[in-house]
């Protein structure tokens, strides 16, 4: 059975960095894509990031390409998050996917597994 934890979020500051990770268990994870969403008070869940297990190609959403870097540890099935330049605008719930194959993908109904969310607070 796939575990996805997430750890890391808080508070901070705009302008400051944070850096989520999320421990994945359960299977090998060769085969699959993992991505990072965000779902903020009232909105839908949307795409931050995706990185490729195996390979490490990375894709961003807009909103965050040049502040936010995905990537893996597959010594310790690791996704972490580093987010840098954080606005009042990142204020959301975080969460990590797995998506079996490793084609990356911005879709939320592509992803098979969800971990329970980390909280950012980024105040202004």
């Known amino acids: 059975q796939v575990q996805l934890v997430e750890s890391g979020g808080g508070l901070v500051q705009a302008g400051g960095s944070l850096r989520l990770s999320c421990a994945a268990s359960?299977?090998?994870?060769?085969?699959?894509?993992m991505g990072w969403f965000r779902q903020a008070p009232g909105k839908e869940r949307e795409f931050v990031a995706v990185i490729n297990w195996s390979g490490g190609s990375t894709g961003y959403a807009d909103s965050v390409k040049g502040r936010f870097t995905v990537s893996r540890d597959t010594a310790k099935n690791t996704l972490n998050l580093q987010m840098n330049s954080l606005k009042p605008e990142d204020t959301a719930v975080y969460y990590c996917?797995?998506?079996?194959?490793?084609?990356?993908?911005?879709?939320?109904?592509?992803?098979?597994?969800w971990g329970q969310g980390t909280q950012v607070t980024v105040s202004s």
């Open positions: 996917a797995a998506k079996y194959g490793p084609v990356l993908s911005s879709a939320r109904q592509s992803y098979n597994y």
């Open positions: 359960g299977r090998t994870f060769s085969n699959y894509a």
